[in-house]
C-alpha cells in the first residue's frame, strides 16, 4: 500500500489528462476577512429535497454541499481535489483498494461524532433501490454493487469499517473517477438515527456535518441556513445566515439586485434583460462569466412509441434548427452535435452529427410508419427561456409533422416525469440540462445514458440502455494509466459516437453561464459558473462591509 495525502494513480492519470494541478490539504483561512453577516439568494422555484442521497439538480446540489460533507472535496471553485472528511488515504498497487484514514472529532448538527460506521452507512443506503437514488450507478465500481442494486443484499460487501475511523473500499475494477465520486453530493455522509428518525422527511430535515445547518424551512417562502459553531473546519464559514427567497419571478429578483435588497438573483440573468445588463458598465461589473461543461438536449423516451423506434429519433436530430435556438438565448451557447461538450475530453471533433435537414427528417419519419406524423408531450421546466425555447422545438417538430403538446412544470415536476419510465415521451433539458459531475466523458454517460440510471428517479430520461456499452464504458474506466489517456478517450469518442447513431438524444446546444452578485459579496467569483457541476461552497463566501 503508498500513501497519499492528495493524489493517487487513478487522479495522477486525470491530472495529466486534465491539466490538473495536486490538491493541497485544507483550504487556507484568511485572518483579514470577518466572521458575521448575511446574505439573501432568490429562486422562483422550491427546492423538492435537501437529501444527499435524492437531490440532484443545481439549486439545491450547492445547498447539500452547505450541510453535509463527504470524504473528498475540490479546492474552491476548482475541479482540484482535496481530503474532506478523510484525513488522508491510500491506494493500493493494482488501483483496486482504497483505505480513507478519517478526521477525529468531526461532529454532526445533532452534536453526535461521526465514525467510519456513518460512512458505510451513508453508502449502503444511496445505493439501496429502495431510496431511489439518481445518483446510484456513480457506486457501480464498488464490490457488492450489483447485488445491493438487485435487492439481493443490504449493505455493500466491498465497503468494510476497519475501525472508527478507518474505511476500507473495494472495487471490481481499476477506476479513473473513484475520487470525483467520493466528492460528490450523493457520496456526502448521514447520520443513521436521523434518516431513521424522520423517513422520507429526512431530506425537509437535513442533518449533517456541514459548514451550516438549518434553521427554517418555510415551504413556498424561505430557507434559512445558520452558522454551524461546531464545524471542523476551523474558521469556516464566514457567514452567520443565508436566507434563501423562494417564489421570485427573475425578473423581479434583478430589480431586487439592482436595488441592493438581494445579493444573487439565483435563477440568473434573465434572458429578456440580457443585453440591458451587458450594456451597462456598473451591472457588466458584477456580472461573473463561465464556461461549463454543459449539453442542453432533448430526451426522447426509448421504451415508449413511437421512440422506440431509432429512425423517428433519428428523424427529431435532424428537424431541430439549433442555429435559431442559439439566437433565441442571445448567442449565450454553440450548438451541440453530440452529448459531450466541444471542452471534455472524448469529444469527437471529426463527428458531424445529424444536420438540419426537414425534407431527410420526414423521409425517415415516413420509413417508420409515420408518414403523417404522431402527436406527443414535450416536457420543459416553466422558467424562461425554456418555455419559449419549448415553443421553438414545438415548430420545429411540427414542419415534420410531429404535434408535440408542451407540458410547461416547475423544475421538480419535471425531473419526477423524467425518472417515471411512463411519466415523459420527451424533455426539453433546459434549466436542468446536464452540467458535469467532474471533469470525465464517464460522467456524461453512467448517470443519464447508462443502464444504470435508467432506473424510477434516475437521471436517464430517454430510458436507454445498452448493456454492450455500459461493458465499453467500464473498460475505458479502466484504464488508470497516463500514457494511455489519449487511448481511453478514444474509447469514450466510440461510445458516443454510437449513441448517436442509437439517437436517445437531440442534443441542441452547449451554454455559458452569467449570473450576478452584489458588490458586497467576496470570495465568490465562481457563483454557478464552475466548469463543472462542482457545488459552490458557500463556507468561502463573505460580506465586505461586516463591521
Not at 439568494?41 to 435524492?54: C, E, G, S
Not at 415523459?424 to 434549466?431: D, E
Amino acid at each position: 500500500m503508498r500513501r497519499f495525502l492528495a493524489s493517487t494513480v487513478a487522479v495522477s492519470a486525470l491530472a495529466l489528462m486534465l491539466g490538473m494541478a495536486s490538491a493541497r490539504a485544507d483550504d487556507a483561512v484568511d485572518p483579514n476577512i470577518k466572521q458575521g453577516g448575511a446574505i439573501t439568494i432568490t429562486y422562483k422555484d422550491d427546492v423538492a429535497t435537501l437529501d444527499p442521497a435524492i437531490g440532484y439538480d443545481w439549486q439545491n446540489w450547492s445547498m447539500i454541499k452547505s450541510l453535509f460533507d463527504g470524504l473528498m472535496d475540490y479546492e474552491p471553485g476548482t475541479t482540484k481535489l482535496k481530503p474532506d472528511l478523510a484525513e488522508s488515504y491510500e491506494i493500493s498497487p493494482d488501483g483496486k483498494t482504497f483505505t480513507f484514514k478519517l478526521r477525529h472529532g468531526v461532529k454532526f448538527h445533532n452534536g453526535r461524532e461521526m465514525t467510519a460506521d456513518d460512512v458505510k452507512y451513508s453508502l449502503d443506503r444511496v445505493t439501496n433501490p429502495k431510496t431511489q437514488s439518481p445518483g446510484a450507478g456513480f457506486f457501480g465500481s464498488i464490490k457488492g454493487y450489483d447485488e445491493v442494486a438487485a435487492g439481493k443484499a443490504d449493505s455493500l460487501s466491498g465497503v468494510t469499517v476497519v475501525d472508527p475511523y478507518t474505511i476500507k473500499f473495494e472495487l471490481v475494477r481499476p477506476d479513473a473517477t473513484f475520487l470525483h465520486v467520493m466528492a460528490i453530493n450523493f457520496s456526502h455522509v448521514v447520520p443513521k438515527e436521523e434518516v431513521e428518525k424522520y423517513g422520507a422527511d429526512f431530506g425537509k430535515h437535513p442533518v449533517g456535518t456541514g459548514a451550516f445547518k438549518l434553521a427554517e424551512w418555510t415551504l413556498g417562502q424561505r430557507i434559512v441556513f445558520e452558522r454551524n459553531p461546531d464545524y471542523w473546519h476551523k474558521g469556516l464559514p464566514h457567514l452567520d445566515k443565508i436566507t434563501f427567497e423562494i417564489g421570485q419571478e427573475p425578473i423581479v429578483a434583478l430589480l431586487r439586485l439592482q436595488k441592493g435588497e438581494i445579493d444573487v438573483p439565483g435563477d440568473g440573468i434573465p434572458p429578456a434583460k440580457f443585453q440591458e445588463v451587458m450594456n451597462d458598465p456598473e451591472q457588466k461589473a458584477r456580472v461573473v462569466v463561465g464556461g461549463q461543461l454543459h449539453t442542453g438536449y432533448i430526451t426522447m423516451n426509448t421504451t415508449m412509441a413511437p421512440f422506440d423506434n431509432v429512425k423517428v429519433r433519428q428523424a427529431v436530430n435532424m428537424a431541430i434548427n439549433k442555429e435559431r435556438i442559439v439566437q433565441m438565448i442571445n448567442n449565450r451557447a454553440v450548438p451541440a452535435n453530440q452529448p459531450l461538450p466541444p471542452s471534455m475530453p472524448g469529444y469527437d471533433k471529426a463527428f458531424k452529427g445529424y444536420a438540419y435537414d426537414v425534407a431527410k427528417a420526414k423521409a425517415l419519419l415516413a420509413e417508420a410508419g409515420h408518414p403523417d406524423g404522431f402527436e406527443t408531450q414535450l416536457f420543459a421546466m416553466n422558467t424562461d427561456p425554456n418555455p419559449r425555447i419549448a415553443q421553438a422545438i414545438q415548430q420545429d417538430l411540427a414542419a415534420i409533422g410531429i404535434k408535440a403538446s408542451i407540458q410547461s412544470l416547475a423544475q421538480a415536476n419535471v425531473i419526477a416525469a423524467g425518472g417515471d419510465k411512463a411519466g415523459a415521451p420527451m424533455i426539453w433539458s433546459g434549466g436542468m440540462a446536464w452540467i458535469a459531475d467532474f471533469p470525465d466523458p464517464s460522467n456524461f454517460y453512467g448517470p443519464i445514458l447508462g443502464c444504470a440510471g435508467a432506473v424510477p428517479g434516475g437521471w436517464n430520461w430517454s430510458w436507454y440502455c445498452n448493456k454492450d456499452l455500459d461493458a465499453k464504458a467500464a473498460d475505458a474506466d479502466s484504464v488508470v494509466d497516463p500514457a494511455k489517456s489519449e487511448e481511453r478517450e478514444k474509447m469514450w469518442s466510440a461510445i458516443y459516437d454510437k449513441i448517436m447513431e442509437d439517437a436517445p438524444w437531440a442534443p441542441v446546444f452547449n451554454e455559458q453561464r452569467f449570473t450576478l452578485k452584489s458588490a458586497r459579496m467576496g470570495g465568490a467569483d465562481n457563483l454557478y459558473v464552475d466548469p463543472v457541476h462542482i457545488p459552490i461552497n458557500y463556507d468561502n463566501v463573505y460580506v465586505k462591509d461586516v463591521q
